[in-house]
């Protein structure tokens, strides 16, 4: 991921090496190049149209003098536009002063939900917390299932509706579609929640139902869920595959469910990770975690500074 962008950035930056000092089309040179090469990396327009406009203010009133040569000033400046776009400084879960802290992940089918909850539940356990997980994704066939074998991998418990008090459940397809009793996701989610109260676990992660486009029923119960649990933190989970998908996916997702972070999945892919790196600046919401794989250890928390850092190697 970011690997053509981060090799135009660098090129561009070396032009700059034998300047002793930038000309104002030295300057404009540079950002027209940098903002072809967010443009073709998928970063979304207005995002790409405050970076350059930012670089371009600084650049031109940057100090000649100094310990930095022209180039290293273009590139300290770019770097922390960078951390801008991504949020700024690196922002913690917050966990509730009265356990349990109860997290909710919404985002697409194929997202990477299902598989977050693990890693979550294990890097959470691993910090001493007893997270307990909630499969309240009664939609997509099978995703109980998963749940329970993801939860398996991670070590962390999994609370599901009992398969033969799913009204409507098919046993074949698993879909249970627009029930409201035990098959009702409000319901299961609150039911996962009081059995965490009851058995004292500290983090409940409630995983909730996908479409592969946004939709408003899809959306409502999302919606309807949050609103039953009242959790302390509501991730967004984005493929970063999506490419120019993104920005108003991220932006139906704040709308229906107000997220309060995100979650970049799929960053060890090869896609182009603009979208991605639009996503914080359009919500205004913090990348929070980031996943780069399939397995339950490939999770990582994320650091604006560092990945900015990674891009302009
Ligand atoms: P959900 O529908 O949102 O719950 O998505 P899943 O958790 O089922 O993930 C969809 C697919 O993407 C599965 O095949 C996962 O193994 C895969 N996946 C999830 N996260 C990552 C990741 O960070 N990297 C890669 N390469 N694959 C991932």
Do not use: W
Request: charged content about 25%; hydrophobic content about 45%.
């Amino acid at each position: 991921m970011f690997n053509s962008l981060s090799d135009r950035l660098t090129a561009t930056f070396k032009n700059l090496r034998t300047k002793g000092r930038l000309s104002e089309s030295d300057v404009n040179k540079t950002v027209r190049d940098i903002r072809l090469a967010l443009l073709d990396a998928d970063v979304a327009l207005p995002v790409v149209k405050e970076f350059t406009s930012a670089v371009r203010e600084r650049a031109l009133g940057a100090e000649v003098s100094g310990a930095l040569n022209p180039a290293q000033q273009v590139v300290k400046i770019v770097n922390d536009e960078l951390v801008s776009i991504l949020g700024g400084e690196t922002r913690k879960l917050r966990l509730a002063k009265n356990p349990p802290t109860v997290i909710m992940l919404a985002g697409l089918q194929g997202s990477g939900k299902t598989t977050l909850a693990g890693k979550l539940g294990k890097f959470l356990k691993d910090q001493g917390q007893t997270p307990l997980l909630v499969a309240a994704d009664l939609q997509r066939p099978n995703a109980v299932t998963q749940l329970e074998v993801v939860g398996q991998r991670a070590g962390v418990p999994v609370f599901a509706p009992e398969r033969g008090n799913i009204a409507g459940h098919d046993a074949v397809t698993g879909a249970i579609e627009g029930t409201r009793s035990f098959g009702d996701p409000v319901a299961v989610a609150e039911a996962g929640i009081q059995e965490a109260c009851n058995k004292l676990y500290s983090v409940v992660i409630v995983d909730t139902a996908g479409r592969l486009a946004v939709d408003e029923n899809l959306m409502q119960q999302a919606a309807d869920i949050r609103a039953a649990i009242q959790p302390d933190e509501v991730l967004f989970v984005i493929d970063a595959m999506i490419g120019q998908a993104a920005v108003d996916t991220a932006e139906a997702f704040l709308h229906g469910v107000d997220f309060t972070g995100v979650v970049l999945s799929k960053l060890d892919g090869d896609a182009r990770g603009g979208a991605a790196l639009s996503v914080a600046s359009v919500t205004g919401r913090p990348i929070m975690f980031a996943s780069t794989g399939e397995g339950v250890k490939d999770f990582e928390v994320f650091h604006p500074d560092r990945m900015a850092s990674r891009i302009l190697d």
